[in-house]
């Protein structure tokens, strides 16, 4: 089983703050990380797919970047908002050939609250 | 454009009981997986799809079969439901390159 950590496991802000939480992940066979957000009482939805060692994508106010030679991922959120409410997940993708391409593990997840 | 539909949304088993919840994709995604979703676990991957005819075990396979007869279709299968498998189950599909879309989800519980 594939060992993918989030940290930390809850977070409290408040609107305004900027944040950041981190995903590590195996440094060897990597082929993907994937971030996603996930609200409440919905289906967690794609934020980002971070392939290449030093990466760096960005979608609004969020931001990811990727070190795959050490093995983890930072995710930023800048001026946090209360609909910025979620769970974010991690998920890493192995390169190991056969079927491998097909088994994303995900990590458990930051849980973050911005208060207004 | 429906992207992944999941059935049922609610569910609930009797112990011993079997059923299929169903999964379907419009986006000739090649890849698709089932997940289950637990207090405190995360979500862990049953079985996952490579494409039509291939399939491979997750994390907790066990108690659950799957097939890939078509690219749209990847129903899993509980063949004797128990209590341990009441939980929320979500299917997704994706491209190779690509995020998951996940269906909506079905609640199960055992009784």
Not at chain 2, 35 to 62: C, F, K, W
Not at chain 2, 84 to 111: E, I, K, W
Request: with cysteine; charged share 15%; glycine share 10%.
């Amino acid at each position: 089983i594939l060992n993918v950590e989030q940290s930390p496991q809850s977070l409290h802000v408040q609107e305004g703050d900027s944040t950041n939480f981190t995903c590590s992940f195996p440094s060897s066979n990597f082929y993907a990380l994937h971030w996603y957000r996930w609200e409440t009482a919905k289906s967690p939805e794609a934020l980002f797919v971070m392939t290449l060692n030093g990466d760096e994508k960005k979608k609004g106010r969020i931001s990811a970047t990727l070190n795959t030679k050490e093995g983890y991922s930072y995710l930023y959120i800048k001026g946090s908002q209360p609909e910025d409410s979620a769970t974010y997940l991690c998920a890493f993708l192995a390169n190991a050939g056969g079927t491998s391409y097909g088994k994303l593990t995900f990590g458990q997840g930051t849980i973050l609250t911005v208060h207004p | 454009n429906a992207g992944v539909t999941q059935t049922p949304k609610f569910q609930v088993l009797k112990t011993g009981q079997s059923m299929t919840l169903q999964c379907a994709q419009d986006m000739n995604h090649e890849y698709m997986s089932w997940y289950r979703q637990d207090p405190g676990m995360g979500l862990r991957l049953i079985h996952y799809s490579v494409g039509a005819g291939i399939t491979d075990q997750g994390e907790v396979p066990n108690g659950y079969n799957v097939s890939r007869s078509t690219t749209e279709d990847f129903p899993l299968r509980l063949l004797s439901a128990a209590p341990s498998q009441t939980s929320v189950y979500f299917c997704a599909s994706r491209g190779l390159y690509y995020g998951y879309t996940f269906g909506s989800g079905t609640r199960l519980t055992v009784v």
